[in-house]
């Protein structure tokens, strides 16, 4: 996992310098080409597939360049990715994330009254913001985000889908609405693909917001109940598919948003970014959802040429 996050780590740290003369070594070397000259870089490019996923983003995060985009401006609802922009506003109102919270009694019966996906933490359970922002990315437990919801209102005084949605106009996502911190369906919550891109840019920034959604393993302990975090991207995948390295992602899925995927992965020094969303799927079986939304992915990565 160390090993990983250097990597992202490393990769990351030129995602968005545009300024590619900054020292003077490349501005002196800038000044011996000649000015008709044509300077060729190589670049990834994808032909079109038949995707099973209605909306397809794939974006090289390293060069700040659009791959391929498939009805990215269309309005959408976002499932459990919703939970990327919760960890966004989490962050930047919390300064220990050490601090421990009480997982409300009401509020887990309540997420487990709507079917919605659990971290496996436990009613009056005590749990580290840290572990609450692996509970919510990593295994997209209702509990453990609804608790970091309740939390940060309480410490600003503010409903938290306010602050998801001042948050979302200043990164300019104009096509984006929040109601919820679950990503549960409603028919006033929405985003595009367009929008997730601009969130996810500023997230990656965050180092703790890298490390969560990089991590592909984490065990904890908690009154002797021990508690994995499993990616649920990275645990249905191979570490490498066509030379492309998968570093992490976040997952979402709802009957009206389908079945969505956020992945990160990493080749030629390049880290890359796929947004497939609205996948179909037959019914809540596991095999249903992961088939397609997966066949998706393999495609884009199978067919990502760098040349």
Not at 65 to 90: D, E, G, R
Not at 223 to 249: A, C, E, M
Request: aromatic share 10%; charged share 20%; hydrophobic share 35%.
């Amino acid at each position: 996992m160390i090993g990983c996050l250097v990597l992202f780590f490393l990769v990351f740290s030129n995602i968005f310098d545009k300024k590619l003369l900054n020292n003077e070594q490349n501005i002196q070397n800038a000044k011996r080409v000649k000015v008709n000259q044509t300077i060729k870089t190589k670049s990834f490019y994808l032909k079109n597939q038949n995707y099973h996923s209605q909306n397809v983003l794939v974006y090289d995060l390293t060069a700040d360049k659009m791959i391929y985009q498939k009805n990215t401006n269309q309005k959408i609802y976002p499932a459990s990715l919703v939970k990327i922009m919760t960890a966004v506003v989490v962050l930047e109102n919390v300064e220990d994330l050490e601090k421990k919270l009480i997982i409300n009694p009401g509020v887990y019966y309540k997420m487990k009254r709507q079917n919605m996906a659990l971290a496996g933490f436990n009613p009056n359970q005590s749990v580290s913001i840290r572990n609450l922002l692996y509970g919510a990315l990593s295994k997209s437990g209702a509990e453990a985000t609804q608790t970091l919801a309740n939390y940060v209102e309480q410490k600003t005084g503010k409903k938290f889908y306010e602050l998801m949605n001042q948050k979302a106009q200043q990164l300019k996502m104009n096509n984006t609405n929040y109601i919820n911190s679950t990503g549960g369906d409603d028919q006033n919550q929405f985003t595009t693909v367009n929008d997730l891109l601009k969130l996810i840019k500023y997230a990656i920034k965050n180092q703790d917001f890298q490390e969560i959604i990089t991590t592909k393993h984490r065990e904890i302990m908690i009154n002797q109940q021990r508690i994995i975090f499993k990616n649920t991207i990275t645990k249905n995948l191979s570490n490498q598919v066509n030379g492309f390295k998968i570093l992490g992602g976040k997952s979402g899925t709802t009957k009206k948003a389908g079945l969505c995927w956020a992945t990160f992965f990493h080749k030629n020094n390049h880290l890359l970014l796929s947004i497939t969303m609205n996948a179909p799927f037959i019914n809540w079986q596991k095999e249903s959802l992961i088939r397609t939304r997966k066949e998706d992915l393999m495609m884009i990565l199978n067919n990502l040429e760098y040349k």
